[in-house]
């Protein structure tokens, strides 16, 4: 039953994503990009997530990464979301290294793990991270959605200038604390366990390709370090 | 007052009451616009599109996506509005498959 909802969400995305490319490349100005870029950003990550969900590993691949070159080509003034095809994605994993593409939606999410030499994506590729919704990214970087903006765009915003030991400066470091914990829970500590069955030499080069707001957090600091 | 402004009044009545939550009072307005609209289909579609965002929000998905379906041939005359329909198409299988038999939570107005 599921898994026919998960295709039906793939097939209207699919329709959206490619009508949106239409409007997109017709836009005739900058808002309308814009607009384009804001409204359909969410629909690369869902349906990515979908197809994953459909074991279209390949496609959800070359999705996400559509997405997130047509935020950068807004963002960057560069030329256009083309994306990368399967191949040119994975040979983004770094020599000896991996390559490591969150997910994240209203669903949940998952991690894609690729050790370098990867050809195509593999089933063992996908760490499933239920966790890992989009609300809880939303709380990580600004607490409850209820109350005023704090986690760790509040700290950044009100104490990132404190002087050290003074109490902003300590509630600032305690964000920091608090989020690098979250996200290892999260997301980091099942990719850290990943890359280590890969067998990854330690300080080996990983590539992480973040999505929406996990882009805004730390994710290399990612530990679960004692308080 | 014609048909057309009535609906336009009722539409932004029906965008106010959804965005403060109030679903049930947004369906409610949104059903009351005429079907006529003075042969102005395009905006019926609207009225159609929201009435269906309205619908999820209130959890019920079946009508939800029908009321977006009747829509779709008129939204096809305008790009960035068609392939919002057809995004919240996904939403509503996306949300139907996180959920089992159906779940909450669209976002965007026509």
Known sequence: MRQREWERAAEAYAAALELGAQVFQAAGSDAVRRREVRESWHVHARASYALLRRGQLADALVTLDRGKARLLGERLGLAPETGLDTERILALAPAGGALVMPVVTPAGGAALVFPAGRRTPAPEDVLWLDGLTDLAVVELLGGPTDAPLGAWLGGFMAERGALLGSPGRLAWEEAIATAIGKLWKLVMGAVHERLRRLGLARGAPVAIVPQGGLSLLPLAAAGAFPR | ?110
């Open chain 2, 1 to 110: 007052m014609r048909p057309a402004e009535w609906a336009a009044t009722t539409a932004e009545l029906g965008q106010a009451h959804a965005a403060h939550g109030d679903a049930d009072q947004a369906v409610a307005l949104y059903r009351a616009a005429p079907e006529e609209l003075d042969g102005n289909r395009e905006e019926w579609a609207r009225i159609a599109f929201n009435l269906s965002l309205a619908l999820a929000q209130s959890g019920a998905y079946a009508e939800a996506e029908r009321r977006v379906r009747a829509a779709l041939p008129v939204l096809r005359a305008e790009p960035a509005r068609h392939r919002k329909a057809l995004a919240t198409l996904g939403d509503y299988a996306f949300e139907a498959a996180r959920m089992g038999a159906g779940g909450r939570g669209v976002r965007g107005r026509a």
